[in-house]
């Protein structure tokens, strides 16, 4: 099955706890993603990856990092976690960026992680 | 910087009333995409429009390029139906793709 796997799906740790947070996709899409939801803010983009080796940040990446050793890997660092990186968190993927508009260049999204830094 | 807005926030209807939500943005895009969001979380992208219409059994999205403006339409709603719906788009900033979402219509059907 097609999918996107994220681990953790719930973590609860505390300030300064490095955690990674891992995401997975056997899709062989080019373009992954990762995002934070918070109530009122919606989707907010924490980086993104447009192949391997290829990373870039999104809107909110101070606390974060990323590497993209593998195509189908993408996970998600926090160094020094801290109370106001609390939120739900999604990994998505997609055939290329977003370059080529086609009904298949659609992203698929990971269940979500909910993480709560104490 | 691109600016979403969704309307309404919040929609209740009845099982079988036709439903619309709307999406506008400040700048240009090259894709826009409506996604449902269950109650347990999960996302799913529903559709990815550029331009014109599409249409998914019960529900239709329409974008109108010029005037910076998407709905989704859901006819014949079903209480399955309840869900938060968001949109994003996708845009150029610096010769990069960036992608802004809404924050979502949450709505409700009632038996």
């Known amino acids: 099955e097609a999918q996107v796997t994220q681990n953790p799906r719930y973590l609860i740790t505390v300030t300064g706890k490095k955690l990674t947070v891992t995401c997975s996709q056997n899709m062989n899409h080019e373009y992954m993603s990762w995002y934070r939801q918070d109530p009122g803010l919606g989707l907010r983009q924490i980086y993104y990856s447009m192949n391997v080796e290829v990373t870039d940040k999104g809107d909110v990446p101070e606390g974060y990092k990323v590497s993209r050793k593998e195509k189908r890997n993408f996970p998600l660092i926090l160094e020094s976690p801290s109370p106001n990186q609390t939120s739900l968190y999604f990994c998505a ?15 698929t999204f990971g269940a979500g992680s909910r993480l709560t830094v104490l | 910087k691109n600016e979403v807005e969704q309307s309404p926030q919040n929609l209740t209807a009845q099982e079988g009333e036709f439903i619309t939500i709307n999406c506008s943005y400040s700048v240009g895009i090259s894709a826009l995409h409506w996604l449902q969001q269950h109650p347990g979380g999960g996302i799913v992208s529903l559709f990815m429009l550029s331009s014109g219409k599409k249409k998914h059994g019960r529900l239709i999205a329409t974008i109108n390029i010029q005037e910076k403006h998407s709905s989704l339409h859901i006819t014949a709603s079903h209480p399955r139906d309840s869900a938060v719906y968001i949109c994003a788009v996708q845009w150029h900033s610096g010769g990069y793709q960036k992608v802004t979402f809404g924050t979502g219509t949450k709505l409700q059907v009632i038996p």
């Open chain 1, 93 to 107: 993927s997609s055939l290329s960026q977003g370059w080529i508009v086609s009904g298949a260049n659609v992203l």
